[in-house]
């Protein structure tokens, strides 16, 4: 069965480092999105592709955090710098064109800023 | 903006059924749909609503009144494996027709 792909799957860093998750969308899933997720709460999303387009990234603090998704298939977003804050599980999802509502989702990444 | 509300913590008994309901506030409604998680897992989709009335998949049913803005999940027969975080998520016009917004969640434990 198909699933999304994510590393790693954990992540512990220092404040000011820089960190980059990756993720793998099913085959053919042309939409691709980025949750973070807090311990206790549901996924935020912060962006949105269609193909290697942005669609939406207006929850995504772009001082700090960036996301590409260069040849439409595979996707990294990266935080430079990390701040304590930014602790929390990082969720990859994909669905395909026209079911808006049925997203697959990675393992995640679990993010720990020291 | 849109807000979504649902019980923080459910408690149930193996073999009994249970409800999680869900309020919600959108501009433009388009649907709600519900996921599951389990502690350390993904979101997996359960089921859709755009429309009132109940939907039916298996031990699980999902319920929408748009004119109340209430929808609800019901969990039939329920299973050990049940105790999860279920979320409702709504497709709004805010949210664009492409994406959803995800409440905080509800945490069902099931007990023998």
């Known amino acids: 069965e198909a699933e999304v792909a994510q590393s790693p799957r954990y992540k512990i860093t220092e404040k000011s480092q820089a960190v980059a998750f990756w993720c793998d969308p099913i085959?053919?899933?042309?939409?691709l999105y980025w949750y973070r997720q807090i311990l206790g709460q549901g996924p935020e999303l912060l962006v949105q592709?269609?193909?290697?387009?942005?669609?939406?990234d207006s929850q995504l603090p772009k001082d700090r955090f960036s996301a590409e998704r260069l040849k439409g298939v595979d996707s990294t977003l990266k935080i430079q710098p990390a701040e304590l804050g930014d602790s929390a599980m990082y969720l990859c999802?994909?669905?395909?064109?026209?079911?808006?509502?049925?997203?697959?989702f990675g393992p995640g990444t679990r993010l720990t800023v020291l | 903006g849109q807000s979504l509300e649902q019980p923080s913590e459910v408690t149930a008994v193996e073999g009994a059924i249970v409800q999680i309901n869900c309020t919600y506030q959108?501009?433009?409604?388009?649907?709600l749909s519900w996921y599951q998680q389990h502690d350390g897992g993904a979101p997996t989709f359960l089921s859709y609503?755009?429309?009132?009335g109940l939907e039916e998949t298996g031990r699980f049913s999902s319920f929408l009144s748009r004119s109340d803005s209430y929808g609800y999940l019901l969990l039939q027969e329920l299973q050990m494996k049940d105790s999860a975080s279920y979320f409702c998520?709504?497709?709004?016009?805010?949210?664009?027709?492409?994406?959803?917004?995800f409440g905080t969640g509800t945490r069902l434990t099931v007990i023998p």
């Open positions: 609503n755009a429309l009132d």
């Open positions: 999802a994909s669905r395909i064109a026209g079911a808006y509502n049925e997203q697959f």
């Open positions: 592709f269609q193909d290697e387009s942005v669609v939406d």
């Open positions: 085959s053919g899933h042309a939409t």
């Open positions: 959108t501009s433009g409604f388009y649907g």
């Open positions: 998520a709504v497709r709004d016009r805010e949210t664009g027709a492409n994406n959803l917004f």
